[in-house]
C-alpha cells in the first residue's frame, strides 16, 4: 500500500517537474494496486512464527497504544511474559485473537 502511494506521487512529481520545464508530461498509467500481498497482519500460510507474531503486535500498538495492555493480557492467557515466551502451538490461534484487537 505505501509503495503504490509512493509510485503515485513519484509520477506525480514528474508530471509537475516536465510541466515546469516546458516539457511534455510523460504519460505512464497510474499504477494499479497489486494483488494483496501478505503484510504483517496476514501469515502467508497456517504456521505463524515468533516474528510474525511480534510485527503483529508492533503494528497494533502502534496504531493504537492503549492495545500494550491488551497485547500483555493476551500474553499471559496463553502464559507468556513476552512475544518468545509463547508456545509454538498457540502462536497461530493467538495470531489470530491479536488481529482482533
Known amino acids: 500500500m505505501l509503495e503504490t502511494k509512493i509510485e503515485a ?12 520545464q516546458g516539457q511534455p508530461a510523460i504519460e505512464s498509467e497510474t499504477p494499479k494496486p497489486k494483488a494483496e500481498e501478505p503484510t504483517a497482519q496476514e501469515p502467508e500460510s497456517k504456521e505463524v512464527t515468533h516474528d510474525q507474531l511480534r510485527d503483529l503486535f508492533v503494528a497494533k500498538s502502534r496504531e493504537d497504544s492503549s492495545k500494550k495492555v491488551k497485547i500483555k493480557e493476551l500474553l499471559k492467557l496463553y ?20 488481529q482482533q484487537l
Open 79 to 98: 502464559g507468556a511474559a513476552k512475544v518468545n515466551d509463547v508456545k509454538a502451538h498457540d502462536l497461530v490461534e493467538i495470531y489470530a485473537e491479536g
Open 9 to 20: 506521487l513519484t509520477i506525480a512529481i514528474e508530471r509537475l517537474t516536465a510541466q515546469l
